[in-house]
């Protein structure tokens, strides 16, 4: 049985994979003030409830785009599993190369897109992740990748025009019924929810016009919401992440 975490810098997404399927999942806050021991006890609390300990686990892997959390967190996993965790980056076996200026400097998260979205698709693929920031990940065949977009999310770019303007209020990130606002919060919703989807239908657009032929899957907290909104996706999962992780762990067994 696996325990594979994904530490962003909004949430922590966690799962519980039996061999066969992902049994459980779940998506919480981070937290960069939390410290290991209480992250220990938000774990084992999740994992009571659905019946499970950490010291069941065969395997756990990690990925953090969060430095301050991430020794913490592979030391609290090794002190409660008794074997320290995979911890993701360019420098274990991924099963896909990092042909990218700087491998090292490659986002953990990103590097599991990658490997999850080449393993589904076998082909050039292009994985846009809808989290804090809105990141497009390419894999170009045969299971290289070779670069990235990096954008602000869609719920950083509505916190920020929140916080710079007087009188625009907080509103739901859904989209509007009409391109053609006739009230505030349609028009904001008009602007930030379907300009996000434009410009990620463009992004998308020009990266084919470079790489070529490419299957193109949604993934992250935002992704159930804005990926029905656009026309350039082939797939939609939420959970891709943790399946790239998964991968990854495979291919890194514990000795």
């Known amino acids: 049985m696996l325990l594979a975490i994904d530490v962003g810098n909004t949430t922590i997404v966690f799962g519980v994979h039996d061999g066969e399927r992902w049994t459980h999942h779940w998506r919480v806050q981070t937290v960069r003030e939390r410290l290991p021991d209480e992250y220990a006890v938000m774990f084992r609390t999740f994992l009571n409830e659905a019946g499970l300990e950490l010291e069941q686990f065969q395997q756990t892997v990690l990925s953090s785009v969060v430095p301050p959390l991430t020794a913490g967190l592979c030391e609290m996993v090794a002190r409660r599993t008794g074997f320290p965790p995979v911890v993701v980056s360019a420098r274990i076996n991924t099963g896909i190369r990092i042909n990218t200026d700087h491998p090292e400097s490659v986002g953990s998260d990103r590097i599991a897109d990658a ?5 589904r ?3 050039n693929c ?3 992740d809808f989290g804090t920031a809105t990141s497009f990940t390419i894999v170009r065949e045969p299971g ?3 670069g990235a977009v990096i954008a602000a999310g869609l719920g950083t770019t509505a916190d920020a025009l929140v916080r ?3 009188q625009l209020p907080q509103i739901e990130l859904a989209p509007p019924p009409s391109i053609i606002a006739r009230n505030t919060v ?3 919703q008009a602007g930030l929810v379907v300009g996000h989807v434009a410009m990620v239908e463009g992004l998308v657009a020009r990266i084919r016009a470079e790489l070529g032929e ?3 899957i949604a993934t992250g907290g935002y992704a159930t919401v804005l990926a029905p909104l656009a026309t350039c996706f082939d797939a939609v999962d939420p959970w891709l992440t943790l399946d790239g992780l998964r991968l990854i762990a495979e291919r890194n067994p514990r000795p």
Do not use: G, K, L, Q
């Open 186 to 188: 349609h028009a904001m």
């Open 144 to 146: 290289e990748m070779i």
């Open 126 to 128: 292009i994985v846009v």
């Open 214 to 216: 490419a299957h193109t």
């Open 164 to 166: 710079r303007t007087a």
């Open 115 to 119: 490997v999850a979205a080449y393993e």
């Open 121 to 123: 698709f076998r082909s």
